[in-house]
């Protein structure tokens, strides 16, 4: 069973369009979290969430946002996509932040700006 | 500043043996993660590693040195399913976690 979901698998968005990606789990994990990965690299993490608390990167462009209006869910929107954001999306889980626990992977979302 | 090392690419052959080495430089050591990630697919757990020494957990382990900031993964037995890259990945003194690159492995029949 799917633990951390993701959707859509894929998005193609215009350039300059509002896009959101969305994120849900059902482990009833505390924190979640927003990584951006291109083709080749590491994971870069956007944001996370402990619960309610929202943590931005200090590299994050304000351009990316985020909300998380409950526990289960969480969204990524991109407010005026360039060519320079594609990527794919990755959502994670875990149970505790400031701990060793593992993060959980959705299946990401493969972004593409046309 | 904070630093993960792997090699960017290894190739191997079906039933050998191979280890993928990770060097670390970063501001604090709260564990090493391993994790496999399937092109256009999420990364997955592998292993955890916080004290020195090897684990070792089926076909794959992983050894730790924290004097010499350094790891590996080891993976025997190799089969084609195998073929993926395996990502490095160290949670500091915040317990952010610090990612490499990624080491693509590619599995020769």
């Known amino acids: 069973d799917a633990m951390v979901i993701q959707n859509p698998r894929y998005q193609v968005t215009q350039f300059g369009k509002p896009v959101t990606l969305s994120c849900s789990q059902t482990l009833n994990h505390n924190v979640m979290y927003w990584y951006q990965q291109k083709s080749s690299q590491a994971p870069k993490l956007l944001f996370h969430y402990y619960d309610k608390d929202f943590n931005n990167e200090a590299d994050t462009p304000d351009n990316f946002q985020s909300r998380r209006p409950n526990t289960s869910f969480c969204f990524l929107d991109i407010r005026s996509p360039g060519l320079g954001d594609a990527a794919m999306y990755l959502c994670?889980?875990?149970?505790?932040?400031?701990?060793?626990?593992?993060?959980?992977f959705g299946p990401g979302t493969r972004l593409t700006v046309l | 500043g904070q630093n993960i090392d792997q090699p960017t690419e290894m190739t191997a052959t079906e039933g050998a043996i191979v280890q993928i080495n990770c060097t670390y430089q970063?501001?604090?050591?709260?564990?090493l993660f391993w994790y496999q990630q399937h092109a256009g697919e999420a990364p997955t757990f592998l292993s955890y590693n916080v004290l020195d020494g090897l684990e070792e957990k089926g076909r794959f382990s992983s050894f730790l040195s924290r004097s010499k900031g350094y790891s590996y993964l080891l993976l025997k037995e190799l089969q084609m399913k195998d073929s993926a890259s395996y990502l490095c990945a160290v949670l500091d003194s915040n317990y952010q976690l610090i990612w490499g690159a990624g080491t693509k492995l590619i599995i020769k029949p």
């Open positions: 994670a889980t875990s149970r505790e932040r400031g701990g060793t626990d593992t993060q959980y």
């Open positions: 970063t501001s604090g050591f709260n564990g």
